[in-house]
């Protein structure tokens, strides 16, 4: 009974060390079982792990490996993300969390829910917590709650704009027109589409060619 003691009481001052020692970073994490590897370079925990980030973001898992000296935090197994000030949701098998430059990625398939109402799905992508804003180099296909159906390129959401833009995309509106645009930039706020060399095919089957082009996307209507 004592060496249990003793070990339960080793235990409690292992993770008061260590959450007081990220404290300055604003970090804080927690999971069931926590272990110091490589002389305290390495710290993992597995089990209902809870990681919060300023507390307005929070993360879940299975599993997570924070290495010291490099300041990175790799968080596995069933990822949840939530940034409240954002409405950002987000879910993936495998997050990265860098301290050093406050960015959240992913090089693998991830899911992001924006304002309960942009479901979007990704190959890869960046959040830049401190500048609000999250990034793809590769596909990314977006469908939003009124079934308006986006594929594009070269993905940027400007969170303090409430704005997305991207490149070589197509449109398809839930009355099943289609649009073909170069570049593109949609309001998220009056639900409006801004692009530019588009080819148009309505839902007859007519075809159209534009230079530039407004889009309500609520209502269909071109100007």
């Known amino acids: 009974m004592k060496n249990k003691k003793e070990i ?6 292992i993770m008061f060390f260590y959450n007081f020692a990220i404290s300055s970073e ?5 999971s069931d079982t926590i272990k110091i590897l490589e002389d305290g370079k390495i710290i993992s925990g597995e089990g209902d792990v809870q990681i919060t980030i300023d507390e307005n973001i929070f993360i879940s898992s299975e599993k997570f490996e924070y290495n010291k000296e490099t300041g990175i935090y790799r968080i596995l197994n069933d990822v949840q993300f939530k940034d409240s000030i954002n409405n950002i949701k987000a879910s993936g098998s495998e997050f990265i969390l860098s301290t050093v430059d406050n960015k959240i990625l992913s090089k693998k398939k991830s899911k992001v829910i924006y304002n309960e109402t ?11 917590v401190d500048n609000q804003k999250i990034s793809s180099d590769d596909f990314v296909k977006i469908k939003d709650n009124i079934n308006n159906y986006f594929e594009l390129y070269e993905f940027v959401f400007e969170f303090k704009t409430n704005k997305f833009s991207g490149k070589k995309i197509k449109f398809i509106d839930n009355q099943q027109n289609k649009y073909f645009l170069n570049e593109v930039i949609v309001s998220t706020d009056d639900d ?7 080819k148009f095919t309505d839902n007859q089957q007519n075809k159209y060619s534009l230079n530039e082009v407004m889009i309500n996307t609520d209502d269909k209507n071109l100007y």
């Open 192 to 198: 409006k589409l801004y692009g530019k060399e588009i």
């Open 118 to 128: 942009y479901h979007i799905d990704l190959n890869n992508f960046e959040y830049d």
């Open 8 to 13: 339960i009481f080793y235990y409690l001052i």
């Open 26 to 30: 604003k970090i804080d994490y927690s």
